[in-house]
């Protein structure tokens, strides 16, 4: 039984966002004859690349096993950003400096492809340009943090300033960190909204979207693809895989590519408008700087707060799943100690073995995943490009191309170690902050 003073009587199981956008059936007709390119899944990765051959006159077909929406996309935190597990320095110590630049302009073309898409679609999703701030768990993070950002703008430009924990209570109402930085000119939007007003283009443009049909293989037929879905089979010239966290086993050698991990969410009750300037005062989305993130921001439409953390655990049941956010939250503001949650729901997220996102082409099939959590830019832009490449426009080269997409042996898609690597990562995260207080100390 779930305890009731830790839920608002009109708790939903559900996400946050599907308030105003909920997944819904979409019925845009059967596909007749063959398509130019199938897509297989609905989510921002398949939207994206189908916008793109839409409006270069091809015909598109997407199909989702689930209503279409119904995958991270519209599960998401909505933070816009240019995220890599790793930092510029590592991947400039690992691979050089030219190579590093290369990713980390393509995470800034990302992030700006996005906000022009949305801007030139004229999609209503709350996009803001409010700042982040990574609050660091420990004085080494603060210190590394620091270190890695001030690099990373002499190299590139990128613009960021240090909050020292004296200053913190400017950006969130939390003794938590150990100080933390603000890069202004990362961003937020309702991930909902977003989705459905892509999705809306696509159809908009003639794009037909099969919801509740599951593609169950992919096979060479002549010149062109066969799908065999949970409806009729469909001729294609080009496929795309696009699942991403919800990879199907049997799409073999994507799954042995992608870790799939759940991710955990909560939306608090509605707050007071003076509480919530007083809690996060410029309204920044914030995470913390372990492996293991924890992460809120304010919702973009209404005076809540939404929050996440727990990754990669496994809480099976709401009890659990509140009970352990609300942990979170009371740790990082505890005036919210005892706030009772209005939704709570889950997404599946796809790390990967090199923790770098992968696209390109397979046995003559696309793919796009293994975002790492930064699939809102990533799989947007990930999407563009691989239609630009199936274009044949020069545009769509990019530096992740052709990449090298590691697996190891053994794995077959079945994430059993998720929970122990977390727990390790924890690990690793606590002995920073006391290595750090011993030697301080
Ligand atoms: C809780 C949470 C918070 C996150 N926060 C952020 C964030 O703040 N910022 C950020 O950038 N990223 C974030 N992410 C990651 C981001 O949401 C994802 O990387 C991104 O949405 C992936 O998009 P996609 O289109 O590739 O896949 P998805 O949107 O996950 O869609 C995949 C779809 O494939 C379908 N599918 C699977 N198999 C089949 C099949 N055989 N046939 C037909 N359909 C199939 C599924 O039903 C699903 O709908 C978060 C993820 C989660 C879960």
Request: proline share 6%.
């Given at each position: 039984?779930?305890?009731n003073?830790?839920l608002t009587?009109?708790f939903?199981?559900?996400p946050?966002?599907?308030?105003?956008?909920?997944?819904v059936p979409v019925?845009s007709?059967g596909?007749?004859?063959?398509?130019?390119?199938?897509i297989?899944?609905?989510g921002?990765?398949?939207?994206s690349?189908?916008l793109?051959l839409?409006?270069?006159?091809?015909?598109?077909?997407?199909?989702d096993s689930e209503?279409p929406g119904?995958?991270?996309?519209?599960?998401n935190a909505g933070y816009?950003?240019?995220?890599?597990?790793?930092?510029?320095p590592e991947?400039m110590?690992a691979?050089?400096?030219?190579?590093?630049?290369?990713?980390?302009?393509?995470l800034d073309?990302?992030?700006?492809?996005t906000?022009?898409?949305?801007?030139?679609?004229?999609?209503d999703?709350?996009?803001a340009?409010?700042?982040?701030?990574?609050g660091a768990t420990s004085a080494?993070?603060y210190?590394?943090m620091?270190k890695e950002?001030?690099?990373t703008r002499q190299?590139?430009?990128f613009?960021?300033?240090?909050v020292p924990?004296?200053?913190?209570?400017g950006e969130?109402a939390?003794d938590?960190y150990?100080?933390?930085?603000?890069?202004?000119d990362?961003g937020?939007?309702h991930?909902?909204?977003y989705?459905r007003?892509?999705l809306?283009?696509?159809?908009?443009?003639?794009?037909?979207?099969?919801?509740r049909?599951?593609?169950?293989?992919?096979e060479?037929?002549g010149?062109?693809?066969?799908?065999?879905?949970?409806?009729?089979?469909?001729m294609?010239?080009?496929?795309?895989?696009?699942?991403?966290?919800?990879?199907p086993r049997?799409?073999?050698?994507h799954a042995?590519r992608?870790?799939?991990?759940?991710?955990?969410?909560?939306?608090?009750?509605?707050?007071g408008?003076?509480?919530l300037r007083r809690?996060?005062?410029?309204?920044?989305t914030?995470?913390?700087s372990?492996?293991n993130?924890?992460?809120?921001?304010p919702?973009p439409d209404?005076?809540r707060?939404?929050?996440?953390?727990a990754t990669?655990?496994r809480?099976?049941s709401?009890?659990?799943?509140?009970?352990?956010?609300?942990?979170?939250?009371?740790?990082?503001?505890?005036?919210?100690?005892g706030?009772?949650l209005s939704?709570?729901?889950t997404?599946l997220c796809a790390a990967?073995?090199?923790?770098m996102?992968?696209?390109?082409c397979?046995?003559?099939?696309?793919y796009?995943?293994?975002y790492n959590?930064a699939?809102v830019?990533?799989g947007?832009?990930?999407g563009?490009?691989?239609?630009?490449?199936i274009l044949g426009?020069?545009?769509?080269?990019t530096?992740?191309?052709?990449?090298h997409?590691?697996?190891?042996?053994?794995?077959?898609g079945?994430?059993?170690?998720v929970?122990y690597?977390?727990r390790?990562?924890d690990w690793?995260?606590?002995?920073?902050?006391?290595?750090?207080?011993?030697a301080?100390?």
């Amino acid at each position: 039984m779930v305890d009731n003073n830790l839920l608002t009587p009109d708790f939903k199981n559900q996400p946050y966002w599907w308030d105003r956008a909920p997944p819904v059936p979409v019925a845009s007709g059967g596909v007749s004859g063959s398509v130019d390119v199938a897509i297989v899944g609905s989510g921002l990765t398949a939207l994206s690349a189908a916008l793109t051959l839409l409006r270069a006159g091809r015909k598109v077909v997407i199909f989702d096993s689930e209503d279409p929406g119904f995958g991270a996309s519209r599960r998401n935190a909505g933070y816009l950003g240019r995220t890599l597990k790793k930092s510029f320095p590592e991947l400039m110590q690992a691979h050089g400096r030219e190579s590093a630049l290369a990713v980390y302009r393509e995470l800034d073309a990302a992030l700006q492809t996005t906000r022009a898409l949305i801007s030139d679609e004229g999609i209503d999703c709350y996009i803001a340009r409010c700042g982040r701030f990574i609050g660091a768990t420990s004085a080494a993070h603060y210190d590394r943090m620091a270190k890695e950002l001030e690099i990373t703008r002499q190299h590139i430009g990128f613009d960021f300033h240090m909050v020292p924990k004296s200053e913190q209570r400017g950006e969130i109402a939390s003794d938590r960190y150990e100080g933390g930085a603000v890069i202004p000119d990362l961003g937020s939007l309702h991930p909902g909204l977003y989705h459905r007003g892509l999705l809306e283009r696509v159809l908009a443009a003639g794009g037909i979207v099969c919801g509740r049909t599951e593609v169950r293989s992919v096979e060479p037929d002549g010149r062109l693809f066969r799908l065999r879905t949970s409806a009729a089979p469909v001729m294609a010239r080009e496929v795309i895989v696009a699942t991403n966290g919800y990879t199907p086993r049997k799409f073999r050698w994507h799954a042995r590519r992608v870790i799939p991990f759940t991710a955990y969410m909560a939306a608090t009750e509605v707050l007071g408008e003076e509480q919530l300037r007083r809690l996060i005062p410029h309204g920044r989305t914030v995470l913390d700087s372990n492996m293991n993130i924890d992460y809120i921001r304010p919702a973009p439409d209404t005076t809540r707060l939404l929050f996440g953390g727990a990754t990669g655990s496994r809480l099976d049941s709401v009890e659990a799943m509140a009970s352990r956010l609300g942990a979170i939250i009371s740790r990082i503001l505890p005036e919210l100690a005892g706030v009772r949650l209005s939704h709570l729901w889950t997404g599946l997220c796809a790390a990967t073995f090199d923790m770098m996102p992968h696209m390109g082409c397979h046995d003559g099939i696309w793919y796009g995943m293994g975002y790492n959590f930064a699939g809102v830019p990533m799989g947007t832009y990930f999407g563009r490009k691989i239609a630009q490449q199936i274009l044949g426009l020069p545009e769509g080269r990019t530096v992740f191309d052709g990449t090298h997409f590691p697996t190891v042996p053994l794995y077959g898609g079945n994430p059993w170690f998720v929970p122990y690597a977390m727990r390790y990562f924890d690990w690793r995260d606590r002995r920073d902050a006391s290595a750090r207080r011993s030697a301080s100390g």
